[in-house]
């Protein structure tokens, strides 16, 4: 229990970064007058970037039964479907709660509520992206290793479908 705290833990710093980056891009754009949608998309796919590569060295560890294209694979799809979540939550609070050509009108208000819509969305789409990694990318604790994961099955399917010079 204690490895998992740690582990959240780092992995709270990470997204807080992750989360800066994302907030900076998407505001600028915002500031440019591009939808919040799009401004949102270019935030979450740079910031999730760095968000791999941060996780992926300080919070999970490699699986051994695992090639990295899977990893990838699995990082990239989980990934797409956060990025749907995001920018389905921001939508929603920049079109459904804010009304129709109000958004040019009142354009610090579009704003306000994209950045609502964005807070929200991080929670969401962090937790998500949490319980991804944790039960399909993380190495298993000594002692835990299991041969029925959906995780290992993965790993083990990808293993013997990697072209030998790959490995």
Same mark, same amino acid.
């Given at each position: 229990?204690?490895?998992?705290?740690?582990?959240?833990?780092?992995?709270?710093?990470?997204?807080?970064?992750?989360?800066?980056?994302?907030?900076?891009?998407?505001?600028?754009?915002?500031? $440019?007058?591009?939808?919040?949608?799009?401004?949102?998309?270019?935030? +979450?796919?740079? &910031? %999730?970037?760095?968000?791999?590569? @941060?996780?992926?060295?300080?919070?999970?560890?490699?699986?051994?039964?695992?090639?990295?294209?899977?990893?990838?694979?699995?990082?990239?799809?989980?990934?797409? $479907?956060?990025?749907?979540?995001?920018?389905?939550?921001?939508?929603? +609070?920049?079109? &459904? %709660?804010?009304?129709?050509?109000? @958004?040019?009108?009142?354009?610090?208000?579009?704003?306000?509520?994209?950045?609502?819509?964005?807070?929200?969305?991080?929670?969401?789409?962090?937790?998500?992206?949490?319980?991804?990694?944790?039960?399909?990318?993380?190495?298993?604790?000594?002692?835990?290793?299991?041969?029925?994961?959906?995780?290992?099955?993965?790993?083990?399917?990808?293993?013997?479908?990697?072209?030998?010079?790959?490995?």
């Amino acid at each position: 229990m204690k490895h998992l705290i740690g582990q959240f833990i780092k992995f709270g710093v990470v997204g807080i970064v992750a989360f800066f980056i994302n907030w900076a891009l998407m505001n600028v754009l915002l500031w $440019i007058h591009c939808s919040a949608v799009f401004a949102s998309t270019i935030g +979450f796919i740079i &910031s %999730l970037i760095y968000n791999y590569v @941060a996780s992926m060295e300080h919070v999970f560890q490699h699986r051994d039964d695992m090639p990295r294209w899977m990893e990838m694979v699995v990082f990239v799809i989980s990934s797409v $479907i956060g990025l749907f979540i995001n920018d389905l939550i921001i939508w929603f +609070f920049t079109s &459904s %709660l804010f009304l129709g050509s109000a @958004a040019t009108l009142n354009h610090a208000r579009y704003e306000l509520f994209s950045n609502l819509g964005m807070l929200v969305a991080t929670v969401i789409v962090a937790i998500w992206n949490f319980l991804v990694r944790k039960i399909l990318l993380d190495k298993p604790a000594p002692g835990h290793e299991n041969d029925n994961t959906l995780a290992h099955r993965l790993g083990v399917w990808s293993l013997h479908h990697t072209p030998k010079n790959w490995a």
